[in-house]
């Protein structure tokens, strides 16, 4: 991944909440026959393991791609994180009005991992994986609902169709691109801009703008 030096960022506990709050991952691998092969899926991630921790997942057996990983176990496999994303028109920009030598980009965070990939064809692993990802974004609703809300049988067939894998995190690594490589006025365009925009992925980008442009009390 492309990384300026103002852009970078390495604290774990921020890179962690990212991939919590956007668990939909695209899972990028490469095989001698299929090539470069790319899907979404939703990840569990496990800080306490290791340095960088651990992603679990499953997909369906129909998927090709488990395959293609359990072929090249020696492979790293890619995960992009895609966090929240803004279009940033130079109109927010003081510059403008000072210089006019501006241009339209997009501010964004993202998290990329990489490691090597295990298939993990065990029921029980997989059953339990299942449970935990729908207990995680099940949490907090009026009446969550539970696999065992579910016929035993039904759940049982349902498992027979997908498989299981897990991603030691040998690397991580994070990219914040917020505007904070514009001047101080340019953020405060851009925050106030963002704030007009009433969606939440503006407020989202405004707060990010403010963080780390040090804006916070502006």
């Known amino acids: 991944m492309y990384q300026p030096p103002h852009f970078i960022e390495t604290r774990l506990d921020v890179l962690h909440a990212l991939i919590r709050a956007h668990p939909l991952g695209l899972l990028i691998s490469n ?28 997909m369906a057996k129909a998927n090709g791609q488990w395959r293609q990983i359990a072929e090249n176990p020696d492979a790293q496999v890619l995960v992009v994180f895609q966090g929240v994303d803004t279009y940033v028109t130079p109109s927010w920009y003081e510059t403008k009005r000072e ?50 809300d579910a016929p035993e049988s ?28 514009r001047p101080v006025a340019d953020r405060v365009g851009v925050a106030g801009g963002l704030d007009a925009e009433d969606s939440a992925s503006a407020d989202e980008m405004a707060k990010l703008v403010r963080s780390y442009g040090g804006l916070e009390n502006e």
């Open 31 to 58: 095989g001698a026959e299929a090539g470069i092969t790319a899907n979404a899926v939703p990840f569990l991630l496990d800080a306490e393991f290791g340095p960088h921790g651990k992603l679990r997942a499953h």
């Open 99 to 148: 210089t006019g030598k501006v241009v339209p980009t997009w501010n964004y965070a993202m998290v990329q991992v990489r490691g090597r990939a295990r298939v993990i064809d065990d029921t029980s692993w997989i059953a339990r994986q299942v449970s935990e990802l729908t207990a995680t974004h099940e949490a907090g609703r009026p009446a969550p609902w539970a696999v065992t």
């Open 154 to 181: 039904y759940v049982q067939s349902q498992l027979k169709g997908i498989i299981g894998f897990e991603i030691e995190i040998t690397e991580i690594s994070g990219k914040w691109k917020v505007s904070q490589n």
